[in-house]
Structures are given as C-alpha cells and as structure tokens.
C-alpha cells in the first residue's frame, strides 16, 4: 500500500502533466489540463481535482476528445473571438484565445470567446481568474450532459451546467463565484457514491421521479436544479446561449454523442469579458464602488465566494498538497500504466 505524501503544486503538476502526456496528450493539452486539475487540488475543490484524470485517460481511450488536436483560433477582427477546439480538451482551446479575448475586451469594452467542440471536465473559475488577472470581469458558462430534470419535470435533460462570475480587485483576490446550476455538481455526487454518503434532500430523483438521498440512484435518475424554477430558467438560458446560440451541442445531444455519462462532455463554451472602466465610461470609480460593496458583505459577517478557495490555496503554497494513500497509489498505477 502506497504511503500518503505532501507535494508542491509544481511537483504534482509535473506528474500529472507526465502521465497525461504518456497517455498521449499533446504538450498544450497535456500543461493546460494538469495545471487546471491541479489547481483543484491546490484549491481543496476535490471534485474537480486529481481524481478527474482517470475520466480523461477515459474519454480519450474511448475516442471521444481528439488528444493531438490544435485548437484553431477563427479570429475576423471583430469583439467575437472563436476558437475551434477540433476535439481538444477545453483548456488548450481556452488557452489559445485568452490572449485575443483579453485585446478585444480592452478596446470594445466587452468581448467573447466561443469555444467550440471542445471536452468540457474543468471547473470554471481557472478561465474566470486567467480573465479577472488582466483588469477585466468576466462571465463563464457551458452546458454538459443531460442529468438534471427541469423544476416540475422528472426525467434528465438540462445539464448541471456551470456558470461562473468574477470581478478584479486591486489589492485582493478577485471575487469569483462558479457553481454547477443542478443542486449539487455531478462529481460530488459520485464522490457521495464513492464514499458511501447519502445526499441532502432535496438533491435528485430516482429513475422513477421519487425523491431521494441515494447517490447511487440519484446518478441513475435525476438531479434536480437549484433554487428551483430559477436555477432551472438560469441552467436553459445556458442551453440557449452556450450551445443553440454559438451553434454547438446542448446537453441532450451531448448526452445522444456520448451515450454515457461516464467520459468527459462534448460541446462548446461561452465566455465572456467586460472592461469595467469602459462601461463605467469615466462616472464613479467602478473598482472603488465594488470595494464598497464586498466591505458592506463582509461587514455582516458573512464571506465572499471563493474566500475558502483562496485560503486552501495559502496552505498548499505554504504546506504543500497532502494526498491520502488511496490518491498516491492513483498516481502510481497510472504512472505505471
Ligand atoms: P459550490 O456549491 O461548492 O460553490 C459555489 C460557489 O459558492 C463557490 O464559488 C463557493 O466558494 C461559493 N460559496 C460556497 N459557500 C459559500 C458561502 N457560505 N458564502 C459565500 N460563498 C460561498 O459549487 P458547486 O458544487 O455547485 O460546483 C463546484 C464546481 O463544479 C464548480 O467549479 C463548477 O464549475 C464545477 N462544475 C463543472 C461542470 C462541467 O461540466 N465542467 C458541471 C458542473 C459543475 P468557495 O469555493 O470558496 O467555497
């Protein structure tokens, strides 16, 4: 039995990089994917952490991301910046237009990045900070794969369809929110299964449409969207913009490409980017009325999203990542495979 051990962030990058590459990743997609999952880890997010890797390794074995793809960027000038994944990892796509998202935004005040045909496995805050870094908010959204019910519905069909929000501060970390759209994200519901833990109430349907705490049968069944009727209309208007609108897969056809939920998702990803001084256009400061804001939050006694994040990330940089012995032994068989 493998012994549990501490990392570098940097150590654990390298390994994963390693293994993603042996399992026959390009270089872009191999760094982009290991620095995306890594930084979960780093995070203490472990739904999006080391444990994903496994289900990429899947998706490829299974020919349903293209590993030595490079993702095309269709750039005509304009504050809309596309890049083609061409069956890549999201990531290396995301990495590619980032820097002409970023020029676009500055001189528009408000640019997008769609991404098509990509495989979707990341959580959305990595994209959100990379965009926050350079001075700018920004909006991140895409669908999945049809596992979440409609409020008032039984059956899958919307996705747990991510959406995440992130403002720059001067001298703080950003303020950064990125949440699945379903009551829980789908990985922490396998994470339940795995570890033998029943769901809140509240969570899923059986395949029957009855409630229930099972996560196994919930993964049979349904999730359900969050706060009801409203995350159910915020998780469509997903489905309209992140696949009907930029002309890519929603969840239901994700689903149809698939036909399993086990390998990472096949659609696109819409991402957006909003220069604060330009829309402000020269009225109140926009930065100093946001510090107001989060002081006013803060002065409640209540946190800011990401907070928790940000202080995992202190430790991992201080302390280092510690990994359990089931997480190293992981590491090894797929180092070995
Ligand atoms: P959580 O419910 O864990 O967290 C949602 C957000 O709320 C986080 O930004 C979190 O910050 C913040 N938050 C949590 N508690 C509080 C609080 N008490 N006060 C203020 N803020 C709070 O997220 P989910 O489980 O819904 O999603 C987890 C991840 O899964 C996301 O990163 C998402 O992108 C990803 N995902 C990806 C999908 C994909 O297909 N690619 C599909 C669905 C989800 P903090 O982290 O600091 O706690």
Not at 165 to 185: C, E, I, L, N, Q
């Amino acid at each position: 039995m493998a012994q549990p051990i501490t990392l570098s962030p940097e150590a654990l990058a390298e390994r994963v990089t390693r293994i993603f590459l042996a399992g026959g990743l390009s270089q872009l997609q191999a760094e982009t994917l290991a620095a995306t999952i890594v930084a979960g880890e780093r995070d203490a997010c472990k739904s999006h952490g080391i444990y994903r890797i496994e289900g990429c390794l899947r998706t490829v074995a299974a020919g349903k991301v293209q590993p030595q793809a490079e993702p095309e960027l269709q750039d005509d000038g304009s504050p809309i910046v596309r890049v083609d994944a061409k069956g890549a990892f999201s990531t290396a796509a995301f990495a590619i237009g980032l820097p002409v998202l970023v020029e676009r935004a500055r001189q528009h005040g408000l640019a997008a990045m769609v991404v098509n045909s990509c495989t979707h496995i990341s959580a959305l805050w990595p994209e959100i900070e990379a965009i926050t870094a350079e001075g700018l908010a920004a909006m991140v959204m895409c669908p999945s794969y049809s596992t979440v019910a409609p409020a008032g519905g039984s059956a899958p069909l919307l996705g747990t369809n991510p959406f995440a929000f992130g403002w720059p501060r001067k001298d703080a970390s950003p303020y950064v929110f990125d949440f699945a759209t379903s009551v829980m994200a789908r990985g922490d519901v396998e994470l339940h299964r795995i570890e033998g833990r029943p769901l809140p109430e509240g969570t899923a349907v059986d395949r029957d449409g009855n409630p229930t705490i099972d996560p196994a049968e919930a993964l049979a069944g349904a999730m359900l969207p969050f706060g009801g009727h409203k995350g159910s209309a915020i998780s469509t208007m997903i489905e309209l913009l992140a696949a009907a609108m930029i002309g890519d897969l929603n969840s239901a056809e994700c689903l149809d490409y698939l036909g399993t939920t086990t390998l990472g998702p096949h659609h696109g990803e819409l991402i957006l980017a909003f220069s604060p001084e330009r829309f402000a256009a020269g009225r109140a400061d926009p930065f100093a009325r946001a510090e107001t804001l989060f002081e006013a939050i803060l002065g409640q006694g209540a946190r800011l999203p990401s907070q928790r994040r940000f202080e995992a990330r202190k430790r991992s940089a201080a302390e280092g990542i510690a990994l359990t012995a089931e997480e190293v032994e992981m590491l090894e068989r797929l180092e070995r495979a």
